[in-house]
Structure formats: structure tokens, C-alpha cells
């Protein structure tokens, strides 16, 4: 009877276009199997105020989080966040990319989330017309392996990284192949249609991780357009 009732209800979400599953078998509760390793190390590129290193805090009680946010009003949040923490969280002031230099980035005053050093697109803008507001400021950038040697950064064994740097995706991972050589999963939104100006397609980043010993293995999420296609995803690569 118990089985029956389920059924019932599930068909009757169903007709409605919605589904029901189980939390625990959910893409996000299990990060594709992510969440089952024991990950001890966490670095989070273009964190922002911290919303997903929040929740891989929660998956990961026992890791040290090190989050990299360029923006000054996002980092003010970040870091505050980051010293109720005891320590277990670390936040840096700096964009990350290929090289060592100042950088001019463009802030999304409406919507810091999507703000990037690379220009937004038309295409952008049409789906997204909060990314229109805009200033330009310049941020510091370093590569994500010499900042590990300059703060003297420990990485402990079972690294997972996350990027979400709006279409900068391979110049961060240029500048951090060390790091992503001993990493044993990352993380990161890449855009399928074109949103900024010289981003990273899905094939460059797939050929820059599969070249340093990584293999896809699935999306965590995706995002669509009103007629059905996927706009970016979240990627999920494991070594």
C-alpha cells in the first residue's frame, strides 16, 4: 500500500513537469560521489561572500577552506565570515589567472556573482540584463601555485578546488598546475553559449584537466535558456 500511495504521488508531481527524489541520491548531496572522499584540503577560486564554500564547509566538516575573491565588497563578507571560523577558513584578497600583475575587472554592480576580468558578451546581457550594470576596478592577480609558496599555504592530502571565475577558467588552471597535479577533484562552472569575451570553452578545459591526468564525470547542475538549451554548467572532474 505504502509503495502504491509513493507511486500515486510521484505520477501526480509528474503531470505537473516536477520530480521527486531522494535527498541522498540527489547530484548535489552526494556532489557526484565527491562528498564520500575524504577531502581534507578545499581551495575555492572567485568564492565571492562565501555561499558555496558555506556548504562544502557542512560536506567537509573536517577540511581547511582557502578562498581567493578579487572583489573588495564581497571579500568584506568572506572574510568576516571567514574569522567566525577558528581558523578553518582563510580568505585572500586576489584574483587568480596566469600570471602576476594588476588586472582591470569588470564588477557587476547588480549581481556581483557574475562579475569577471573578462568582458561581458551581448548574449550576456540578453539572458542576464543585470549584468548591464557595470564598472570597471583593478584588483590584484597572482597564480593560484605562487600564492600557495607565498603564504605558505600547507596542502594536506585529498585537495578538492572549485573555480567560478566567469570564462577565465584555463588561466587559472595555467597558473596552477602544481597544485591541480596533487588535487583530487575539482569543480567548475564553464559556459556552454558565449557569455564573456576569450572565455574558456568546455573542449579547452577538458583538454588542459584530461592532460594533467583528470576525467569528466558529470555536472553537478545545469542552467538553461527559456527554449530548453544549457546555457553553463557545473562541472565535475576527478583524478
Not at 83 to 88: E, I, L, R, V, Y
Not at 154 to 179: C, F, H, S, T, W
Request: with cysteine.
Amino acid at each position: 500500500m505504502i509503495n502504491l500511495f509513493k507511486q500515486f504521488i510521484k505520477k501526480a508531481f509528474n503531470q505537473i513537469g516536477l520530480d521527486i527524489v531522494r535527498i541522498s541520491q540527489s547530484r548535489r548531496h552526494s556532489l557526484l560521489g565527491l562528498r564520500h572522499l575524504p577531502i581534507q584540503t578545499i581551495i575555492d577560486v572567485g568564492a565571492n561572500e562565501g555561499q558555496f564554500a558555506k556548504m562544502l564547509l557542512n560536506v567537509f566538516p573536517k577540511a581547511q577552506i582557502y578562498c581567493f575573491e578579487p572583489l573588495p565588497e564581497a571579500f568584506k563578507e568572506l572574510d568576516k565570515w571567514s574569522k567566525q571560523k577558528n581558523g578553518k577558513v582563510k580568505a585572500f584578497n586576489l584574483a587568480l589567472g596566469d600570471s602576476e600583475c594588476e588586472v582591470e575587472m569588470f564588477y557587476h554592480t547588480e549581481h556581483s556573482t557574475s562579475s569577471s576580468i573578462l568582458e561581458t558578451t551581448e548574449v550576456c546581457k540578453k539572458y542576464y540584463p543585470f549584468t548591464k550594470s557595470q564598472q570597471t576596478i583593478k584588483v590584484k592577480q597572482t597564480t593560484l601555485d605562487k600564492a600557495i609558496e607565498t603564504f605558505n599555504i600547507p596542502m594536506n592530502p585529498e585537495i578538492l578546488i572549485k573555480l567560478d571565475v566567469q570564462g577565465y577558467e584555463d588561466r587559472v588552471i595555467k597558473g596552477a598546475r602544481l597544485i591541480f597535479s596533487k588535487a583530487k577533484a575539482c569543480i567548475l562552472e564553464v559556459c556552454l553559449d558565449k557569455l564573456y569575451e576569450g572565455q574558456a570553452n568546455f573542449e579547452q578545459i577538458f583538454t588542459l584537466l584530461n592532460g594533467i591526468g583528470y576525467i569528466y564525470a558529470g555536472n553537478l547542475g545545469q542552467t538553461y535558456a527559456d527554449d530548453g538549451h544549457v546555457i553553463f554548467i557545473d562541472a565535475v572532474f576527478v583524478r
